[in-house]
């Protein structure tokens, strides 16, 4: 029975490929951008992280050319005539982009096919765009597998909003049982059953009994593939199931492929992954979650640290050029700030004070952002002292403003780093996670296995499916 990956255009085959990006990863210098570098770190070491990491020949480039034209031919690996690359820069990209997946839907396919439509406007309230490109592709695919497998059933897994879940049931007639962990979720879904049912003139029955078009909303967190206790109890015990979910975060993609092995009535998985810096890297054999899934890719011994993980999660071919400049100032900010909690004796042996995403209007400048993201980092620090009285998160306008005058000539050293990791480790590092689930779905008996691109990557980043048949 067929198998099949998005092969780059070299490769003849997934054993093949999976060598040769096994072997271009684990070299020494990938190695330090996938988990030697820590961009929160980047004032830490003298010289900075931009010196301490790159080539002399490569930090003399990158200092002398402009910016903007710097980010672009990272980004696009798009020559430049104005731009005079080192060769073993030019070669190092290439070798990128030879190992990275193609990830946009064909032209051709779009113009062939456009976006499948949702024959009730009603479907699309509350989606956003890319919401509404999301579920009118993957609800698509995803009816194909029913008909594959031959069944109306469905689970979906980490259903949200239920976007997905409604499109299924109503335009393709699938009986759905929505999984969800968040309860303001699963409340929000039902008031968007409830206005679907309005706007499209449908009367709910409360008792209606499962069947093809039904759907119903479970509160329910899946920390295995066992959802026997689920299957249960919606009387679907004895009924083929395909279990699908659009971007299932970390270990739940684990964890929905593992319910292909250890859940009897599920003959078929269609997910696609995200947050892969929610995933964890397994912790000896006995553990069964997380990363490497698969035994093949076990064999290569490729570490996937956080800072890789992390990376992953990027897409900067869908960077706007005012986009990214926000976006650098945040990690601007950020490493700032480590800085001082490094001058101050805050760091300790972890190296890390947790702060987390702060609303828009706190970047306006580094003073205020310090006030927003020192009140953070207080409330989460765990030092035994009286905050109250010895507050070394008390960071003045002035002394902010200082460190910011002093520092902002490496800003742009700062972006050009963080645009190389992101442009080089995270298409690889997300190939070589989906080889890993490739792998494992193969070596546990499913008669197909398939990973595809599904979304256009200009309208939704994390767009890879995989799909298993159980054999």
């Known amino acids: 029975m067929p198998h099949s990956f998005p092969l780059p255009p070299r490769f003849s085959s997934v054993d093949e490929y999976l060598s040769s990006l096994a072997e271009f990863y684990l070299n020494p210098f990938v190695q330090s951008l996938a988990g030697g570098v820590h961009i929160l770190n980047f004032f830490l070491s003298s010289p900075d992280l931009f010196e301490d990491t790159l080539p002399e020949q490569w ?29 073993s820069l030019s070669i190092f ?24 439509p949702l024959h009730s406007p009603a479907l ?5 765009p890319k919401k509404i490109h999301e579920c009118q592709y993957l609800s698509s695919a995803i009816s194909d597998v029913c008909s594959k497998v031959g069944t109306p059933h469905v689970i979906d897994l980490g259903s949200g909003k239920g ?7 109503h335009e393709y007639n699938c009986s759905v049982i929505a999984l969800e962990t968040v309860e303001s979720r699963t409340k929000g879904a039902a008031r968007l ?27 329910k967190f899946v920390d295995s593939g066992d959802l026997a206790d689920i299957v249960e109890q919606t009387g679907l015990s004895g009924h083929k199931i395909v279990l699908a979910g659009l971007h299932t975060c970390g270990n739940l993609s684990h964890h929905a492929l593992r319910s292909l092995v250890d859940t009897q009535e599920i003959h078929a998985v269609a997910v696609v992954g995200c947050c892969y810096n929610l ?8 553990d069964t979650v997380g990363y490497p899934m698969s035994r093949q890719v076990q064999s290569y011994s490729i570490p996937l640290p956080i800072t890789a993980r992390m990376l992953a999660c990027q897409a900067p071919a869908t960077w706007t050029r005012e986009g990214r400049e926000s976006f650098f100032t945040r990690h601007f900010y950020r490493a700032l700030l480590q800085l001082i909690f490094s001058d101050r004796g805050l760091l300790g042996q972890s190296n890390h004070i947790a702060i987390g995403s702060l609303r828009k209007q706190w970047y306006s400048s580094f003073p205020t952002y310090c006030r927003g993201a020192c009140k953070r980092a207080a409330e989460n620090y765990e030092a035994k002292f009286d905050l109250s009285r010895d507050n070394p998160f008390d960071i003045s306008e002035d002394v902010a403003t200082e460190y910011h005058d002093r520092l902002v000539c490496k800003k742009r050293r700062l972006c050009i780093l963080w645009t190389l990791m992101a442009s080089t480790v995270a298409p690889l590092t997300e190939a070589l996670i989906h080889l890993d689930r490739y792998y494992f779905l193969k070596e546990n008996g499913a008669s197909e296995v398939h990973v595809s691109v599904v979304f256009d990557q200009r309208i939704s980043a994390r767009n890879l499916m995989v799909v298993g048949l159980k054999g």
């Open 59 to 87: 930090v003399t480039f990158f200092d002398q050319a402009e910016l903007d034209d710097i980010l672009d031919f990272l980004i696009y690996f798009k020559e430049n005539t104005s731009l005079q690359p080192p060769s």
């Open 93 to 116: 990209l290439s070798t990128v982009q030879s190992l990275s997946i193609k990830r946009n839907l064909p032209d051709e396919m779009l113009q062939s096919n456009p976006d499948p």
């Open 124 to 128: 699309s309230v509350g989606m956003s």
């Open 163 to 169: 976007y997905l879940s409604r499109t299924l049931a």
């Open 193 to 219: 059953d409830s206005l679907y049912d309005r706007k499209s003139g449908k009367k709910k029955c409360a008792n209606m009994e499962m069947g093809a078009g039904s759907l119903t909303h479970i509160g």
């Open 279 to 286: 995933m964890t890297e397994k912790d000896g054999e006995r």
